[in-house]
């Protein structure tokens, strides 16, 4: 169960207990910030009211504080700790039992140890409220010298820790924290040698010159200045000596077990999500494998060290073990690509990665598809291997494995568990490499149980991401090998067809994994992409889950108010965002998928002893995207879906049905729905569920 906490550092992040996510307004945060950065002490009504509504009347302002109080005062009610206090005409907000990351930081920040400096480091996640705005003068006014304040804070703090690491002759501690420095404050030349000596100390010289350049294009691109003397100086004495630099060992040969790189864990929605982070390029690389994988097993592998070291060289490389397998917590029961997004989420904000190249596998394509749709934003690209749309034969798709040719390799999985793997699939070049093939088998069994690892095949043959794709919008590269005997080539090509502006290549040999034949090929291929210009500026379009909900039989006032409380409820557990609302009928975005389902189920519940029946309909689709408003296609075709919902029936389309796989939810076929702006007919489904009473 989760502990409640506020985290307000680079962005705004509210939990209570058991990890329920309110959904404040824009302005409620503000209101929650600004209260808990002076917690314990009274505010009065009429300074938040013209602190956040400056712009409207004194009435409007008053009635806009009434409701954010009140969404506030609920939410604080079901969190598990805090409270929210009021007066009359004052407000305080007290944090007991609250995990608050600024006051932690500030404590942290202030202490003598590097250990709390590291910790008050790792706490800055990036500035106050990140991403908010809300064009109130006196709130922006506030907000910028508080952001400040922090911002001068954090940077004191990794000015100490370099100063110590330089002192305790740590290179490598000193480089974690001269580029976190660097990351907020590029034109600071001192960063820019410590990091240098650094890296010259850990006999990597020519990377250090490299740095040099980087300070040389930064200082010339944004003040037009040379560096200083003493950075000059400092290039030209590592210049000099990189004739005589020790050469780097073999990338090819195998790992030594103490070379091996250390594993960190972060929660994600309470469960432990392995990580390893290698490689000093000037590019994050997260790399999400297929199937079942093992973090430390993977350098046991000459081969696999190798394409890991080699991606290493030319970036950040991330590599996450998926929940229920490898180093990450087991027995978790089937995971939703929901779920594993979020995931590799928690371990991007735990290295500080903002906007990552994401490389997806074989199964891990699907679940980056659905982040570079979702988080447009945090993915600077995408490259996929072997990856595919959908995991089951249809007649507009037949390429993939039928229903029996699905059972016939878990048959075969089941059957030869433990023994030296077979190759023909996944490897047939490797097939007569019986060092290999030992070492798979090893992998495979200490990266799930074998009835995890029947059941996590079996749930990535269900996927079908098929209708996202076109919602995805970032530099895309496909890789597909001719004779791979997992994913045909039609697979590769299907994508690379259904993803604007994507690239596809397609690479002679049979090999499904990456390690295999010519696998410096592949990777020469996503060093040349990954490394080539990518476009900076951030997308506008999301994909969203659309909620569009009516309530049948609303009776006089009294209880439309009551009912409207129980639906904003809904939302602010669930974690939408209102597009419109009438009376009795509402659409609502969430960003999860099915988060949007059990908003639905949850208020239907609440309602049904009332005598009110719920009818809900569910859709996923690229949106327009202006701060908190919303339009596009998919919020139309949800609204014209709700027509089709019987009272106290909730449809979801197909493709909702297909992303949710593995959430325990059930779907029965109900028909189709044609609609402008849709190429075909869409196909809706009843959600299984359990109105009270039944």
Known sequence: MTAPHLHLLG????????????????????????????????????????????????????????????????????????????????????????????ARFEALAAGPAPEDLEQAAALYRGDLLDGLGLREEPFEEWLRVERERLRAIAVAALDRLINHYTTAADPAACIRAAMRL????????????????SYAAQGRVNLALKQYEVCRDALQ??????????????????????????????????????????THYVKSSGVNIAYQVTGDGPIDLVYVPGWVSNLDLAWASPRFA???????????????????????????????????????RAVLDDVGSDRPVLFGSSEGGPMCLLFAATYPERTAALVLTGAYARGTWSKDYPWARTVDEVQQDIDTVERQWGEPADMRNAAPSLIENMVEREWFAAYLRNSASPADAIALWRWGTEIDVRDILPAIHVPTLVLQRTGDRWVKPEEGRYLATHIE????????????????????????????????????ARAE???ISVLALAID????????????????????????????????TLLAAFQRPTRSIECAMAIANRLGPCGLKVRAAIHIGECEARGE????????????????????QIIASRTMRDLVVGSGLTFEEQGEMKASGLPGALQYFAVTWAPPGL
């Open 11 to 102: 962005g705004f992040d509210f939990n209570g207990v058991g990890a329920t996510a309110p959904a404040f307004s824009r302005k409620a945060r503000g209101m929650v910030a600004y209260l808990a950065l002076q917690a314990g002490q009274a505010q009065s009504r009429e300074k938040l009211a013209a602190l956040l509504w400056s712009l409207n009347g004194e009435a409007q302002a008053r009635m806009s504080l009434r409701q954010a109080v009140s969404s506030v005062r609920k939410a604080i009610s079901v969190a598990g700790g805090g409270r929210f206090l009021t007066d009359g005409a004052n407000l305080a907000l007290h944090l007991d039992d609250i995990d608050f990351d600024v």
């Open 182 to 197: 660097l990351a907020m404050e590029p034109l600071r030349e001192d960063a820019h040698r410590a990091l240098m000596r």
């Open 306 to 344: 190798h394409v890991l070291k080699r991606l290493g060289s030319f970036s950040r490389l991330i590599r996450i073990d998926k929940r229920g397998t490898g180093l990450s917590d087991r027995n978790v029961g089937l995971p939703t690509l929901e779920q594993r997004m979020e995931d590799v």
């Open 541 to 543: 379009k999301v994909l």
């Open 221 to 262: 691109r944004e003040l037009r200045l040379m560096p200083e003397a003493e950075t000059r100086h400092l290039h030209d004495e590592l210049r000099a000596r990189r004739i005589a630099s020790p050469a780097r060992p073999s990338a090819s040969s195998p790992e030594p077990e103490s070379a091996r790189p250390p």
């Open 629 to 648: 408003d919303f339009s596009g296609i998919a919020i139309e075709v949800t609204a014209r879906l709700l027509d089709h919902a019987k009272p106290g």
């Open 553 to 584: 039989g609303v009776a006089d006032d009294a209880k439309a108010a009551g009912q409207a409380d129980i639906v904003r409820d809904g939302l602010l557990l669930g974690g939408g965002s209102e597009i419109r609302r009438s009376r009795d």
């Open 501 to 536: 502006g994507a690239r596809y290549v397609e690479l002679a040999g049979r090999d499904h994994v990456i390690w295999g034949e010519d696998c410096d090929g592949l990777i020469d291929q996503i060093r040349d992409f990954v490394i080539g210009a990518l476009p900076p």
